[in-house]
């Protein structure tokens, strides 16, 4: 691996149809702190749940989170410390399940698709992807598809309800198949860091 490689990943939210996905680009160096905050912003998630990464491999599972002093049973690997390259490989372990917000549980595929030599311009970088990330606490992906049943259905009872509530939570006409790669906005992980304490 080079200095400049950078890996290209596809992020798909599970349970989605047809589904919601992303291509980013990220350095190699980044730590999964850093990939964690590429793909909230990438994917649309407002980033105020708690989050981990796992690899399966048969029976052994590694966990890669923000350590917490309240779990003790179960041994979590410090995401702001390990990074990308030594648990990701396009032969080995191309792939990772990145679990955002517990409660609700989205669960993505994250594949490493290849590695590239940077151009030299700037990262990470959205390349596409497709349909708009759910909105936050609508009750994970089952209470998604019943969100947009509601929406899509203007006799529902409670149409006007979740068309409020969407719009109290910023979502003003909400369009699930809308997606722009070219508004994705990055933002610095270390600054994000630091507004978390």
């Given amino acids: 691996m080079a200095n400049g490689d950078i890996y290209q990943f596809k992020v798909t939210l599970r349970g989605s149809k047809p589904p919601i996905w992303r291509r980013i680009q990220v ?30 491999k048969g029976y052994q599972r590694i966990r890669i989170a923000s350590p917490d002093p309240m779990i003790d049973f179960e041994e979590v690997l410090n995401e702001k410390v390990e990074k990308i390259a030594e648990h990701f490989s396009v032969d080995g372990s191309p792939k990772a399940i990145y679990e955002y917000d517990f409660g609700d549980s989205w669960e993505h595929d994250v594949v490493l698709e290849k590695i590239v030599a940077s151009d030299g311009g700037e990262y990470p970088r959205c390349l596409t992807g497709k349909r708009a990330c759910p909105p936050e606490d609508c009750g994970g992906i089952y209470g998604f598809y019943e969100l947009l049943d509601t929406l899509a259905d203007e006799n529902h009872p409670e149409h006007a309800e979740m068309v409020e509530w969407l ?31």
């Fill in 27 to 56: 350095p190699a160096n980044y730590t999964f702190w850093d990939l964690h905050v590429a793909i909230a912003d990438a994917m649309g998630w407002q980033d105020y749940h708690l989050h981990s990464f796992e690899f399966r």
């Fill in 167 to 197: 719009e109290g939570l910023g979502y003003d006409n909400y369009n699930p198949a809308h997606f722009d790669a070219s508004e994705v906005v990055f933002e610095d992980p270390a600054e994000r860091a630091n507004l978390m304490g």
